[in-house]
């Protein structure tokens, strides 16, 4: 259809899409005079334009009609671009009326349109406003048949001389009476009833509405492949996969149609197959999708496969079928105690509490979920024969499932106190572990706080101030923050005086305080973003008038080049200290090794680990001067010893590297979240490539 401009409003076609088979929706063609010259109109379904200087009109003979010419190609020109300069009939004669006649070829097949519009711009010269009116021509009839050919459309309107004017006329029916239902040929003829005046076409164009329905959707989803069956109970299974999409691969599906039985499952007998209640509604493709089977017997072994179906609905080819047993009716009581927590670990110590944590065990063992813990502390080495004795602390959190990491504070401590701490777990049979491992962590001491006396010597009361002075390393940052009782919530502090020397020594400063108790907390950010612990502090600056906290000695920060590890492979441990400081490394209470600190502050540890147990461990340090001036310990770092070939690969860290591990790295491939691509980065090369596909083959298990 290069013979006339199609506009295609793109809003309605992108609707049109997400439409379902059969839906109509509206749509238009403008046709008008753009690209037409005297060459081509008239020929290979372009429009042609004629114009005449009629004696009267609708015309009954030739005579009638009078002259007939057609425009020029700078005239056709006009006809399109609405500009200053028009197409106008030449020299009418004395009692001529003007006519031109335009003549179209409709694309659109007639049953689907719905309207036609015609709109004319234009005007007459003279000293007198003429009316206007736009005239149709009955397909198939001659044009000289007067009232019996031509149907004047809508009404006449009045325009004034010399001003361009819109006549715009809709024909909303019976539309096969003027259109050619072979050619598509539709015309029509604009008059004026101003005799001997030239008659001005400024801009014409017919815009076509019709209605369009879309073909018919056949394309069904694709087959699932990668439905996937664990976690089983006594009466339930629990099954996993990724979402296919509405057509094939692409956008989303409509239902799924989730089955099982404890035969194999076929196409042949896929409808005697049990289907399961409440499949969840189909996500995007490429989601990753999951329910529960429930209502299943004990012992059991199941078969599942899934179909899924689109709005028509197309259906998909069956799924992989995978199977799972349901757990057996055990024979005897409950007498099997979690198993005993190994990895215990405390970290961020304050005068008065201490921070633990450590990975939950199971009801039976490692597998399931505990009722409770019990957590004691002493100054004391705990032991299982002193257990009883040792303080058990309030508030213990409710044991979460098996592998999960927990955390609690144990506060109202005393300050500078070497506290040992255990845990014991407990089943809901009252089957209670043995004693975890035993730990021990210090709380910090008491700020030295020097409260000058009042006034002075020429008397009144001296400002209040808050003054921190300390090492900390090369190219750090201290960051304060303080509330108080009008603010309880702590914020950063603008410092007011703050110097920090090449070697790490710093002094803060903060005067005129207003009256009020203040609570403030210090820590150290080294050049890698890494952070020590919070040191904290208290004063009331309605009884006192200064703060002053001397020689406060900033513990190292702690990194590593990974967190997860197998026995074989290296550990870097680095991290930033006073320049010229030596080291001190523990890992798990045990001291592991010393280094030394270079003029930058930068130390490096290459931790070898041996024999030491799978699971999770620790790592903390402090730093000694060469003087013997000691750090407290770092905040401490978990890493984890894997047993697996490639740990990087068990994406979901369930200990083994599986078909979930394999979804999630085909989804995080395929994916645009660069984040998520870094995290299957499984060379640490910074690229995600196919040498990080190549090892993720060599790790998967299917």
């Not at 290296?570 to 890992?587: H, M, R």
Request: glycine share 6%; net charge negative; proline share 5%.
């Amino acid at each position: 259809m290069s013979f006339f401009k199609k506009i295609i409003l793109i809003s309605v076609f992108i609707t049109a899409n997400a439409l379902s088979a059969g839906t109509i929706w509206a749509d238009t063609t403008i046709y008008n005079f753009l690209g037409v010259t005297t060459t081509n109109h008239g020929a290979n379904g372009y429009p042609i334009a004629i114009e005449h200087d009629s004696d009267v009109f609708p015309w009954t003979t030739l005579v009638e009609q009078n002259d007939s010419a057609n425009p020029t190609d700078t005239e056709y020109s006009n006809i399109s671009s609405d500009n200053s300069l028009q197409w106008a009939t030449d020299d009418p004669g004395n009692n001529d009326e003007m006519a031109m006649t335009y003549r179209f070829f409709i694309q659109e097949s007639i049953s689907d349109i719905s309207n036609i519009q015609i709109k004319w711009n234009g005007n007459t010269d003279g000293s007198l406003a003429s009316n206007h009116s736009i005239w149709l021509r009955k397909n198939g009839l001659n044009e000289f048949g007067g009232t019996n050919t031509w149907i004047q459309l809508g009404s006449s309107l009045s325009i004034p001389q010399d001003t361009n004017t819109d006549l715009i006329r809709n024909l909303t029916t019976d539309f096969a009476t003027y259109i050619n239902g072979t050619s598509g040929q539709l015309e029509f003829v604009v008059t004026t009833d101003n005799d001997s005046e030239d008659m001005r076409t400024n801009y014409l164009e017919v815009v076509v509405t019709y209605t369009v329905t879309p073909p018919p959707d056949t394309t069904p989803p694709s087959s699932i492949s990668n439905l996937s069956a664990s976690n089983p109970t006594q009466t339930s299974i629990g099954l996993t996969w990724t979402a296919v999409g509405d057509d094939g691969s692409t956008g989303t599906a409509t239902a799924y149609d989730i089955r099982y039985s404890t035969a194999n499952i076929t196409e042949a007998n896929w409808s005697s197959a049990t289907q399961v209640s409440g499949e969840p509604t189909p996500s995007t493709s490429g989601s990753s999708e999951s329910m529960t089977v429930s209502g299943l017997t004990t012992d059991t072994t199941y078969y599942f496969a899934i179909k899924t179906s689109d709005e028509v609905p197309n259906i998909s080819d069956i799924s992989n079928i995978t199977n799972a047993t349901t757990n057996a009716v055990p024979p005897a009581p409950d007498t099997t105690a979690p198993s005993a927590i190994s990895d215990l670990a405390a970290s961020s110590p304050t005068q008065t509490s201490i921070d633990l944590n450590w990975t939950a065990v199971g009801d039976d063992g490692s597998t399931g979920t505990a009722t409770s813990y019990d957590v004691r502390y002493s100054t004391a080495i705990i032991t299982e024969a002193n257990w009883s004795s040792a303080i058990q602390v309030s508030g213990e959190p409710i044991p979460a499932l098996s592998g999960t990491y927990e955390l609690m504070t144990v506060s109202n401590l005393d300050s500078e106190v070497i506290y040992y701490f255990a845990i014991k777990t407990t089943d809901d049979n009252s089957n209670t572990s043995d004693i975890s491992n035993v730990i021990n962590a210090q709380t910090n001491p008491v700020p030295n706080i020097v409260i000058p006396e009042a006034g002075g010597a020429g008397g009144g009361v001296a400002p209040t101030s808050v003054i921190f002075s300390g090492q900390a390393y090369s190219g750090s940052k201290i960051i304060v923050q303080m509330k108080d009782n009008l603010n309880p919530i702590y914020r950063n502090v603008p410092l007011s005086i703050y110097e920090m020397s090449d070697s790490g020594e710093f002094y803060i400063s903060y005067t005129a305080l207003l009256s009020g108790k203040y609570f403030l907390t210090l820590r150290a950010r080294d050049r890698a973003g890494q952070e020590t612990g919070t040191q904290s502090f208290s004063v009331d600056f309605t009884t006192d008038k200064k703060l002053e906290v001397l020689d406060i000695f900033m513990p190292p920060t702690v990194s590593f080049n990974q967190d997860l590890i197998r026995q074989v492979d290296p550990l870097t441990i680095s991290g930033y200290s006073s320049p010229d400081s030596k080291i001190k490394l523990e890992i798990d209470d045990i001291i592991v090794g010393e280094t030394k600190v270079d003029d930058s502050g930068s130390y490096l540890f290459n931790f070898e680990p041996g024999n030491f147990s799978l699971g999770l461990h620790y790592v903390r340090t402090k730093q000694i001067l060469e003087d013997g001036t000691e750090s407290n310990f770092s905040f401490p770092r978990t890493f984890k010893i894997s047993s697996l070939s490639y740990p990087r690969a068990d994406f979901n860290k369930d200990g083994t590297v599986d078909v979930v591990d394999w979804s999630i790295f085909l989804f995080r491939w395929g994916g645009d979240d660069d984040n998520l691509k870094r995290e299957i980065d499984l060379d640490l090369d910074g690229i995600t490539n196919i040498k990080d596909f190549s090892i993720f083959l060599k790790a998967v298990k299917i």
